[in-house]
């Protein structure tokens, strides 16, 4: 698993970085395929994204230690949130990806099969008409 890498950033520069994730996820979230489960998920990752952005805004405008530690907790459990949703779709897409390796060996095996049930078939064929 790659590790995190510390950045250092100004309060603005988090605060632009944060907003610009938030209008990525919204892009994203306007491209993916239509159904009930992605539009589900994508309703889930809009709502933290956009919400991570707005706790960090107020963690920024915070008037005491005590405020800014209260929201930025906010916006820590909006990010946390947004990783729970990606390794849940990762780990789905995984299990798709085996499902989907695992049929088409099936069906290889299925034709395999078939070719070879035909091939003993059109023997034995062969073998009554020589006799």
């Not at 209260?70 to 946390?80: H, P, R, T």
């Amino acid at each position: 698993m790659a590790r995190a890498q510390l950045v250092s950033m100004t309060p603005d520069e988090l605060k632009a970085c944060t907003k610009k994730f938030a209008v990525d996820i919204i892009q994203f979230a306007r491209i993916i395929p239509r159904d009930p489960i992605n539009d589900e998920i994508a309703s889930q990752v809009t709502d933290a994204a956009t919400s991570t952005a707005a706790h960090y805004r107020a963690v920024c405008r915070a008037k005491s230690r005590a405020e800014f530690i209260n929201k930025l907790s906010g916006a820590i459990e909006e990010v946390d949130e947004l990783t729970r949703i990606f390794v849940r779709s990762r780990e789905t897409a995984r299990a798709k990806q085996r499902a989907a390796k695992q049929q088409a060996a099936k069906r290889k095996e299925s034709r395999f099969t078939n070719q070879q049930s035909t091939t003993n078939q059109q023997s034995k064929i062969s073998q009554s008409k020589i006799e």
